[in-house]
T-cell receptor, first 112, second 114 residues
Framework: SQQGEEDPQALSIQEGENATMNCSYKTSINNLQWYRQNSGRGLVHLILIRSNEREKHSGRLRVTLDTSKKSSSLLITASRAADTASYFCATASGGSNYKLTFGKGTLLTVNP | EPEVTQTPSHQVTQMGQEVILRCVPISNHLYFYWYRQILGQKVEFLVSFYNNEISEKSEIFDDQFSVERPDGSNFTLKIRSTKLEDSAMYFC????????????FGSGTRLTVV
């Protein structure tokens, strides 16, 4: 089964606007994490929210988690051109080491 | 800030050749991973490594693949006989506590099989 499916697949906004990306998953999880990937580069960990948490903030990032709907959202406020990147959600579930399973990502373009 | 280092950044190899991708995880991390990303597609799990052995592997990680931690600092991925479809970005990652914490990823090795 697919875990961590993000939508939209692509999002284009103007600098200063807020960007919201969503993620849905299918199985129970220990936590959900969001990563950013600039073109051709590695993934950078942004934020982790545990299954018993509903909302978390880090700077301009706000993440929510609804385990009853098996969904999460990432909000980036006051976006900047430098926020242009792909954003992936990843779920940690099962197994001896709770490996991460990534979604397909949302490509965010912030226009100056 | 501690980094995960991967070498080489780009490797071109002929089909059927063996390649070794190298990674130096963060020194006090205990869990190590290889993921791959075919151009424009999702990041796929290959293998996890803990306590000097494979703890989990995906269907992609067949007999052509192997991992080693030969000297306590390096973590390598070997592909014995490369195929065209092995062309991808390969990412190494490490974590202090598996998926219970965030992973730190390297910048990746772009493998091109010709």
């Amino acid at each position: 089964s697919q875990q961590g499916e993000e939508d939209p697949q692509a999002l284009s906004i103007q600098e200063g606007e807020n960007a919201t990306m969503n993620c849905s998953y299918k199985t129970s999880i220990n936590n959900l994490q969001w990563y950013r990937q600039n073109s051709g580069r590695g993934l950078v960990h942004l934020i982790l929210i545990r299954s018993n948490e509903r909302e978390k903030h880090s700077g301009r990032l706000r993440v929510t988690l609804d385990t009853s709907k098996k969904s999460s959202s990432l909000l980036i406020t006051a976006s900047r051109a430098a926020d242009t990147a792909s954003y992936f959600c990843a779920t940690a579930s099962g197994g001896s080491n709770y490996k991460l399973t990534f979604g397909k990502g949302t490509l965010l373009t912030v226009n100056p | 800030e501690p980094e995960v280092t991967q070498t080489p950044s780009h490797q071109v190899t002929q089909m059927g050749q063996e390649v070794i991708l190298r990674c130096v995880p963060i020194s006090n991390h205990l869990y190590f991973y290889w993921y791959r990303q075919i151009l424009g597609q999702k990041v796929e799990f290959l293998v996890s490594f803990y306590n000097n052995e494979i703890s989990e592997k995906s269907e992609i990680f067949d007999d052509q693949f192997s991992v080693e931690r030969p000297d306590g600092s390096n973590f390598t991925l070997k592909i014995r006989s490369t195929k065209l479809e092995d062309s991808a970005m390969y990412f190494c990652a490490s974590s202090p506590g598996g998926g219970l914490y965030g992973y730190t990823f390297g910048s990746g090795t772009r493998l091109t099989v010709v």
